[in-house]
């Protein structure tokens, strides 16, 4: 069991005293069989890091989907919102690997809003780069589209441009 996850009263994922080093704890990691050993054992899923992080921001930033998926099952919010404005869904569209696609896809299928907006007022399609979060989150809106649900598309080639012709206007700002 990672030090940094054992405080002197309890279990946790974040100690609020501490920093935990990303490269111990197993949330960061992606190391799931600890991760639910740590649950097990009574870790509080509730406690940030000292600067407000949770578990589940830790997962969306590192596009830990498997991590993402049990905490989601042990019941921490998805749509945690840090004080910064943002949540796992917008860390996980940072991302520009696959992993972080995955983990976008879990959030959407725990229920996250593909238009979960952020503090600056961009939705997920907005601020990913990456091509293979950007289908994630197409497929989902296609899904929606197809079972009547409320979509704003359903087609990939005008949500792109879209996508793109807002980014180039950020970076002309």
Known sequence: MCRSCVTRSSISLYPRSV????????????KVKALKA??????????????GYTPMHG????GRAEVAKVLIEHGLNPSDRHADG???????CWGGSQR????????????????????????PMEMTKNPHT?????THLDKLAAAGGD??????????????????QKQEL
Do not use: Y
Not at 38 to 51: F, H, P, R, S
Not at 158 to 166: G, L
């Open 86 to 92: 943002f949540t796992p869904i917008h860390r996980a």
């Open 38 to 51: 740590l649950l097990a054992a009574g870790a509080d899923v509730t406690i940030g890091e000292k600067d």
């Open 151 to 168: 979509s704003a598309t359903s087609h990939w080639e005008p949500v792109v441009e879209s996508t793109k012709q807002k980014q180039e």
């Open 59 to 62: 997962a969306g930033f590192q």
């Open 134 to 138: 950007l289908q994630v989150i197409q």
């Open 100 to 123: 972080h696609a995955e983990t976008v896809r879990v959030l959407l299928e725990a229920g996250v809003s593909h238009e979960e907006k952020s503090s600056n007022g961009d939705t």
């Open 19 to 30: 920093s935990p080093d990303p490269s111990l704890c197993s949330h960061h990691q992606g």
